[in-house]
């Protein structure tokens, strides 16, 4: 699947969300995506579930069966949860016994007697992510499913991810929490200033997982010393700086967490 030079505005004369993206994925990969509140995160997603339509440039190579899990579930509907699933899975040409396997697994069974209208914020995004599951999904994209989960489902959540990669699906997740940091090879994207880019930071991690630390932290000082050069030579020195911070060992995670949530790019010594 492939965007190409894809720019999107909501409005004829709006401010551009995303300008002239390209991006290429792989069948069987997992991308996390990141960045600031209203960096445009969702909008990237619902592009690539096909919910919205580029303003400009395309998306092409879509998979047939496409899940997707809103931020927020609309709960406004007059059905029970296993009503809606019902419903859903018999449009979706699947099994009704899908959705109540899977409200097993997520450890959401009691609510399939509930109306959809009664449900927690946390019920509601159970009932989003199972619906998002009830075919088996070429794409499957999750806009910040982990916020509101209970602790079951968030450790559950990395394993239906990697099922889903592993049968050929790719998967997309925007997360604000950077839950999928460390999961085995995903791709890592940041949403800023209306780009999608991978960050040097990851590059290094990604190297490093491949045991080839020393190569990508050589890379990452190269890029640091070309990058400082363009700067300076664009005169934009003061639009950057590098600076380091000491923390102890045990909130070191907690903290590069966070400042990668909110879009700074991060490293560690080798
Ligand atoms: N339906 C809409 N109509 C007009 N503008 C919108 C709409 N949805 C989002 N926007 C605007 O587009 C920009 C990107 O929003 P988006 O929701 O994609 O960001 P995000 O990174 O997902 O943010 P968050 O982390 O807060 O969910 C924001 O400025 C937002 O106000």
């Avoid at 190409?4 to 300008?19: A, D, E, I, N, T």
């Avoid at 339509?53 to 709960?75: C, D, I």
């Avoid at 592993?166 to 780009?195: I, K, Y």
Wanted: cysteine-free; overall charge neutral; glycine content about 10%.
């Amino acid at each position: 699947m492939r965007l190409s030079s894809v720019s999107f505005r909501y409005s004829r004369r709006g401010p551009w969300v995303l300008r002239e993206v390209g991006l290429a994925l792989e069948a069987g990969s997992v991308v996390e995506v990141t960045g600031r509140n209203g960096a445009g995160k969702s909008t990237l997603l619902r592009l690539l579930a096909g919910i919205v339509r580029p303003s400009r440039g395309s998306v092409t190579g879509r998979p047939r069966v496409v899940g997707y899990a809103p931020e927020v579930f609309p709960v406004e509907q007059p059905f029970t949860v296993a009503a809606y699933l019902a419903h859903l899975a018999r449009a979706r040409r699947v099994s009704p016994a899908a959705g109540t396997a899977l409200a097993e697994r997520l450890g959401a069974s009691h609510l399939l007697d509930q109306p959809l209208g009664d449900l927690s914020k946390g019920s509601a995004q159970k009932v989003g992510l199972i619906q998002s599951l009830l075919a088996p999904p070429g794409l499957l994209i999750l806009d910040e499913p982990f916020a509101g989960l209970d602790e079951q489902t968030r450790a559950e959540l990395p394993e239906i991810i990697g099922e889903v990669a592993s049968g050929g699906g790719t998967v997309v997740v925007s997360d604000h929490q950077n839950q999928l940091r460390s999961f085995p090879g995903a791709e890592h994207w940041l949403v800023a200033d209306a780009s999608v880019t991978v960050p040097d930071a990851e590059r290094v991690r990604r190297t490093a997982a491949g045991n080839d630390r020393e190569r990508a932290s050589r890379e990452l000082a190269e890029d640091d010393r070309e990058r400082a050069s363009r700067e300076v030579g664009d005169g934009e020195r003061a639009r950057h700086a590098v600076i380091e911070v000491l923390v102890g060992m045990e909130e070191a995670d907690e903290v590069e967490q966070k400042l990668r949530a909110d879009g700074y790019l991060t490293r560690r010594p080798a």
